[in-house]
């Protein structure tokens, strides 16, 4: 029999404080999330690129309140990311979150690394792929995505963002390498996920984002917040209230095909909000998805981008 894995859901109407730090607080809290004192957290928002799109980044707010959430436990907090252009430094401080996280009680300031320092680690589906050691070597990760349409996956949530933790160029050379080809690049993405150590999630669907995605899409005003220890049974959830279908999903019916726990519906044991509270109606995903794979000519324009935005 299937041990049910727990969801908990919450609603919040605004980044405002006090609001999403009691609506964080209480999910963590729904989903017996209590790190131990001194344990080494890295927390990994989703800092795609510092422009005039911050709907692209999980929301500063959020961030900050996880962080505040750590810092009553005690834990020593690593807030990190990989973003797909630039650096997080930069991409912390354009969308507001380097001053979010300075002046927190105690005197505390948290600075924004990125995810470098790699490590090769051999997947089960035989690719090599360079993981950052901040992740690799952390106690657990608190893992903060933002809901977004995607182009070329339709949608993403946590098991994607999970994903950041491979280091720079190297994940645009994976979707070169392995894109396009079957179940290859899902397949890669998941073992990523289920390469790191222990992971709780917490999605940033205050105001999603739809139409289009991983940026340039439309605000969406859910006004959900979403927790669980398992990001695959949180994607499982998030995908349920938005009434999709797996064949719609990839890396949903990647996880439903190696029959990972909380790939189903009936795997999940529902807390906090009732499920049927949420009206999500009306959030649109891309219709027609784009390649997976990314030719030489976009892998050398993004390179350049990646530099233009370190300047």
């Not at 908990?8 to 999910?27: F, K, M, Q, T």
């Not at 807030?79 to 401080?93: I, K, L, M, Y």
């Amino acid at each position: 029999m299937t041990v049910p894995v727990t969801v908990a859901l919450g609603r919040c109407g605004s980044y405002a404080s006090p609001d999403v730090e009691r609506a964080v607080g209480e999910l963590l809290t729904a989903i017996g999330y209590h790190p131990a004192r001194g344990e080494k957290v890295l927390v990994k928002p989703n800092l795609l690129r510092g422009d005039a799109d911050p709907l692209c980044c999980t929301d500063p707010a959020v961030v900050r309140a996880a962080c505040l959430y750590l810092l009553d436990h005690g834990a020593a907090i690593t807030v990190a990311d990989s973003p797909a252009f630039g650096q997080a430094t930069n991409v912390a401080r354009r969308i507001g979150l380097s001053e979010a996280l300075t002046r927190l009680p105690g005197g505390v300031s948290l600075p924004v690394r990125d995810l470098d320092a790699p490590k090769t680690v051999i997947l089960p589906m035989g690719a090599g792929v360079k993981i950052s050691r901040l992740a690799l070597e952390a106690d657990s990760l608190l893992n903060l995505p933002r809901l977004k349409a995607h182009r070329m996956l339709r949608l993403t949530c946590a098991v994607k963002n999970l994903f950041g933790c491979v280091s720079g160029m190297n994940k645009a050379w994976l979707h070169a390498r392995h894109g396009d080809k079957g179940r290859r690049f899902t397949s890669l993405v998941m073992d990523v996920a289920l390469a790191l150590p222990p992971v709780t999630s917490l999605v940033d669907a205050v105001t999603a984002m739809h139409v289009m995605g991983p940026a340039g899409g439309k605000p969406f005003q859910a006004g959900l917040l979403a927790a669980s220890g398992s990001p695959v049974a949180l994607d499982t959830a998030v995908y349920t209230l938005l009434g999709a279908a797996p064949g719609q999903l990839r890396l949903w019916e990647e996880a439903r095909l190696r029959r990972l726990p909380g790939a189903l519906v009936e795997d999940i044991f529902w807390s906090g909000e009732a499920r049927e509270s949420f009206s999500l109606t009306g959030f649109v995903m891309p219709e027609n998805l784009m390649s997976e794979s990314f030719s030489p000519i976009a892998l050398l324009k993004s390179a350049w981008r990646r530099l233009q935005a370190r300047l």
